[in-house]
């Protein structure tokens, strides 16, 4: 999941001006013997063909619960006119471009790191942004942010957005989003509902009646429960297979028990008529560039923008080195090889991503799996991709799980974000109060860009207030300045007539 729950801090930006040379462990042969070894340096880098090829599997199985994932998350939200998206057309996409960028990264970036879907990304377009325009619209803001990305990795930009935000919001942002995703997880899987019809009480509750009922609640249940157990155990897969178990489970339990089809949500359990299908591409294209200017204000676009670019960005420069330092990969000045051309292709996957309907893609952190079976190269990216391709015409596989099946593992990404919290400095209430307030404004108002903008607004207000206004980049004063006409637009608005 993408440094979903990845967001790592990393050291100094690295430089993207040129790809720095592949490391050459002592001792390694100087010249490879055939054309692949050579183009992927695989003998170079202490590897052999066989350990990229189980490090492709590895990463592929650890982060193949993105195709069902994604397109729950998606597929259950509604964008302004109340349209869905199409579960199978959202299973195609989903593995058509972590496919094919997946396999680019592999060519281009030659690391092994694959691309897919990121977490916490698409509950921004789904929550975020699709409610407020169609999804075209929503889908053509990612296309733009992908392309922003690319120009800021291109003019040297990044290093001075990279700076500009403190560590500790960084953290407290991928918390917040943490917090965001498991909340999500508990609603959708009917453990947390709202109370219909009633003022004054609170607003949520456990299940639907303040007490657990339905079988479909106990799936998710045992499903919770399998995943905390898999992953203590440190099972390869955990995920995945916790997924993959309580499909199974609910389907039983759908065909014993007398249950509303109503109950499981927009997904119903059966077993599928068929297990393979051809892909539907109904989605791909499917995007509007700048139709989202005719549906919201140009200040609430930046936002919406910014807010996907933060999601976006620093997660991928944390998997980035993460990963790569985990293979030995980094320069003796802990420049990741080939960064220049990494960050453009992860860029370019965003953007591929909100063409075709995917959300916005980026580098996983499970990549780190691959890396543990042996990979040092992008071959092991060109194997991942592969399975990527042939997962497009398993699509029947991917429809019938439940939510109640799969919002397991959104608690379980939201435990690996929330593990950030613990390098935010709390005993300094400067840092730790623009960090607190990102972290629960975001589940508290069901909006991470909501959380983003209190953050950046106590900050700021608070280096004023100790005399240290010196020490805030310019761009967080910008930004923060376009929040506060975020958060005070309609007292403006009054001010100003419109309404």
């Given at each position: 999941?993408?440094?979903?729950?990845?967001?790592?801090?990393?050291?100094?930006?690295?430089r993207t001006a040129k790809?720095?040379?592949?490391?050459?462990?002592?001792?390694?042969?100087?010249?490879?013997?055939?054309?692949?070894?050579?183009?992927?340096?695989?003998?170079?880098?202490?590897?052999?063909?066989?350990?990229?090829?189980?490090?492709?599997?590895?990463?592929?199985?650890?982060?193949?619960?993105?195709?069902?994932?994604?397109?729950?998350?998606?597929?259950?939200?509604?964008?302004?006119?109340?349209?869905?998206?199409?579960?199978?057309?959202?299973?195609?996409?989903?593995?058509?471009?972590?496919?094919?960028?997946?396999?680019?990264?592999?060519?281009?970036?030659?690391?092994?790191?694959?691309?897919?879907?990121?977490?916490?990304?698409?509950?921004?377009?789904?929550?975020?942004?699709?409610?407020?325009?169609?999804?075209?619209?929503?889908?053509?803001?990612?296309?733009?942010?992908?392309?922003?990305?690319?120009?800021?990795?291109?003019?040297?930009?990044?290093?001075?957005?990279?700076?500009?935000?403190?560590?500790?919001?960084?953290?407290?942002?991928?918390?917040?989003?943490?917090?965001?995703?498991?909340?999500?997880?508990?609603?959708?899987?009917?453990?947390?509902?709202?109370?219909?019809?009633?003022?004054?009480?609170?607003?949520?509750?456990?299940?639907?009646?303040?007490?657990?009922?339905?079988?479909?609640?106990?799936?998710?249940?045992?499903?919770?429960?399998?995943?905390?157990?898999?992953?203590?155990?440190?099972?390869?897969?955990?995920?995945?297979?916790?997924?993959?178990?309580?499909?199974?489970?609910?389907?039983?339990?759908?065909?014993?028990?007398?249950?509303?089809?109503?109950?499981?949500?927009?997904?119903?359990?059966?077993?599928?008529?068929?297990?393979?299908?051809?892909?539907?591409?109904?989605?791909?294209?499917?995007?509007?560039?700048?139709?989202?200017?005719?549906?919201?204000?140009?200040?609430?676009?930046?936002?919406?923008?910014?807010?996907?670019?933060?999601?976006?960005?620093?997660?991928?420069?944390?998997?980035?080195?993460?990963?790569?330092?985990?293979?030995?990969?980094?320069?003796?000045?802990?420049?990741?090889?080939?960064?220049?051309?990494?960050?453009?292709?992860?860029?370019?996957?965003?953007?591929?991503?909100?063409?075709?309907?995917a959300s916005s893609n980026t580098?996983?952190?499970?990549?780190?799996?691959?890396?543990?079976?042996?990979?040092?190269?992008?071959?092991?990216?060109?194997?991942?991709?592969?399975?990527?391709?042939?997962?497009?015409?398993?699509?029947?596989?991917?429809?019938?799980?439940?939510?109640?099946?799969?919002?397991?593992?959104?608690?379980?990404?939201?435990?690996?974000?929330?593990?950030?919290?613990?390098?935010?400095?709390?005993?300094?209430?400067?840092?730790?109060?623009?960090?607190?307030?990102?972290?629960?404004?975001?589940?508290?108002?069901?909006?991470?860009?909501?959380?983003?903008?209190?953050?950046?607004?106590?900050?700021?207000?608070?280096?004023?207030?100790?005399?240290?206004?010196?020490?805030?980049?310019?761009?967080?004063?910008?930004?923060?300045?376009?929040?506060?006409?975020?958060?005070?637009?309609?007292?403006?608005?009054?001010?100003?007539?419109?309404?």
């Amino acid at each position: 999941m993408p440094d979903t729950p990845q967001a790592q801090e990393v050291p100094e930006t690295p430089r993207t001006a040129k790809a720095a040379p592949d490391p050459v462990p002592a001792g390694a042969p100087a010249a490879p013997g055939n054309a692949l070894d050579r183009w992927f340096a695989i003998t170079a880098r202490g590897s052999s063909l066989g350990r990229e090829i189980r490090g492709g599997f590895a990463t592929f199985f650890t982060m193949a619960y993105i195709l069902v994932l994604n397109p729950i998350i998606l597929g259950s939200a509604e964008d302004k006119f109340g349209a869905h998206l199409s579960t199978p057309q959202l299973v195609t996409v989903t593995a058509l471009v972590a496919a094919v960028m997946t396999a680019i990264m592999g060519l281009g970036g030659n690391l092994p790191l694959a691309i897919a879907a990121g977490l916490g990304l698409n509950a921004v377009v789904a929550f975020q942004i699709a409610p407020l325009m169609s999804w075209p619209d929503a889908m053509g803001l990612v296309v733009l942010e992908g392309l922003i990305i690319c120009v800021l990795v291109v003019t040297g930009l990044r290093e001075a957005v990279m700076r500009a935000i403190p560590p500790a919001l960084k953290q407290a942002i991928s918390v917040g989003i943490g917090l965001f995703i498991a909340f999500i997880g508990f609603v959708d899987a009917g453990f947390v509902t709202r109370i219909p019809g009633e003022t004054g009480s609170t607003p949520v509750q456990l299940g639907s009646a303040g007490h657990l009922t339905g079988w479909p609640v106990l799936v998710f249940c045992v499903g919770v429960l399998l995943t905390v157990a898999l992953m203590v155990r440190k099972v390869k897969g955990a995920i995945l297979i916790s997924i993959v178990v309580s499909t199974v489970l609910a389907i039983v339990v759908n065909e014993i028990a007398d249950i509303a089809p109503a109950a499981w949500g927009l997904t119903v359990p059966t077993v599928p008529d068929d297990l393979v299908a051809a892909p539907d591409f109904g989605l791909v294209g499917s995007f509007s560039l700048f139709g989202a200017f005719q549906q919201v204000g140009v200040v609430t676009i930046v936002l919406l923008i910014f807010t996907l670019i933060l999601s976006d960005f620093f997660d991928t420069m944390g998997t980035v080195v993460g990963v790569s330092q985990e293979a030995g990969l980094l320069d003796e000045k802990g420049d990741v090889p080939n960064i220049g051309r990494v960050l453009l292709i992860d860029g370019a996957a965003a953007a591929v991503g909100g063409a075709a309907s995917a959300s916005s893609n980026t580098a996983y952190i499970e990549s780190a799996a691959g890396v543990g079976e042996g990979a040092r190269t992008g071959f092991a990216s060109l194997v991942t991709g592969a399975l990527f391709a042939v997962a497009l015409f398993l699509t029947p596989l991917a429809t019938v799980v439940p939510a109640q099946a799969a919002a397991p593992a959104l608690i379980a990404v939201g435990f690996l974000l929330m593990a950030q919290v613990r390098h935010i400095e709390w005993e300094s209430y400067e840092i730790a109060v623009p960090a607190f307030l990102t972290i629960a404004v975001m589940p508290f108002t069901y909006s991470i860009t909501n959380g983003i903008g209190a953050g950046f607004l106590a900050y700021v207000v608070i280096k004023a207030a100790l005399g240290k206004a010196r020490e805030v980049h310019w761009l967080l004063w910008a930004t923060s300045a376009l929040f506060l006409v975020y958060f005070a637009i309609d007292p403006i608005e009054q001010l100003l007539g419109v309404k």
